[in-house]
């Protein structure tokens, strides 16, 4: 069952939305700047119990408005952003559900056992997410992607790698960053591999564009990924996507699942 998850991306303190991939010390290429502060998303989310979404601190100057928003919202969102396990316990302790880790999981281009071991000395697998942000390569297939999804690693998103990680968090983040920001569409082979790979919560973010990208996800996952709505939702600016039509998927999809045995 595909759920509509709902996200707050950081930068220099205020909520954007930015085009993937644009992010460098010197700034980025901005989509939509909310008048609105993170606490207000994070409020929002929770009158509307839209619990699982993520917020992403890019870059520093964000930690101010991120407790804030965790504040609002306490158990309800997941953090990420450079995340490392010399602060990963603060944030949880301060009300991330969870935290998202990608880059310190890399020494070089290399996928590092040994930092995620680091990682999990101060985490329970049930408190980590791991982010699996990729690009696509002339080679064949998608590679992880690390600081500010400018640096393409050797590791492969592929069933191995999935594989060796479950068991070992609680979920898994996935940005398409060649699509992120353009609205132009998912990346329905990426969505398709997740989906054939994972048997963890997944959520993908990236390219969505229309209500009906939902449905094309639930499609290509067989209803294993979550999606998250960027620039094409009326939140943050954009005119395609409506966050009440996502709340009515949501609650129709919740509807339909059976009841637990008593």
């Not at 009906?212 to 209803?223: H, K, Q």
Request: aromatic share 6%; net charge negative; proline share 3%.
């Amino acid at each position: 069952m595909t759920l509509f998850r709902p996200c707050i991306d950081l930068h220099e303190g205020k909520v954007k939305q930015i085009v993937g991939g644009s992010l460098t010390e010197h700034g980025a290429r901005e989509n939509f700047v909310s008048s609105n502060d993170a606490a207000w998303f994070a409020n929002k989310y929770a009158q509307d119990a839209l619990a699982g979404g993520h917020i992403i601190l890019l870059g520093a100057g964000n930690e101010a408005p991120a407790t804030a928003a965790l504040l609002a919202f306490p158990g309800g969102l997941q953090l990420g952003g450079g995340v490392t396990p010399h602060n990963a316990r603060r944030w949880l302790d301060l009300g991330a559900s969870h935290v998202i880790v990608t880059s310190f999981l890399f020494e070089g281009d290399v996928f590092s056992e040994r930092r995620l071991d680091q990682m999990l000395a101060v985490v329970s697998p049930q408190e980590l997410v791991i982010d699996l942000s990729c690009r696509k390569v002339q080679t064949g297939g998608y590679r992880v992607t690390t600081e500010r999804w400018q640096t393409i690693s050797r590791t492969a998103v592929d069933e191995a790698l999935v594989t060796s990680l479950e068991g070992r968090c609680a979920e898994f983040l996935v940005h398409a960053a060649d699509v992120e920001g353009l609205c132009q569409g998912v990346d329905a082979e990426l969505v398709a591999l997740l989906g054939s790979v994972s048997n963890l919560p997944c959520t993908y973010a990236g390219g969505a564009s229309s209500l009906n990208d939902l449905a094309l996800v639930e499609r290509l996952s067989s209803g294993r990924l979550d999606l998250t709505y960027g620039s094409a939702l009326d939140l943050f600016g954009g005119h395609q996507v409506r966050y009440d039509e996502c709340l009515e998927w949501n609650r129709a999809r919740k509807l339909t699942q059976p009841s637990a045995p008593s």
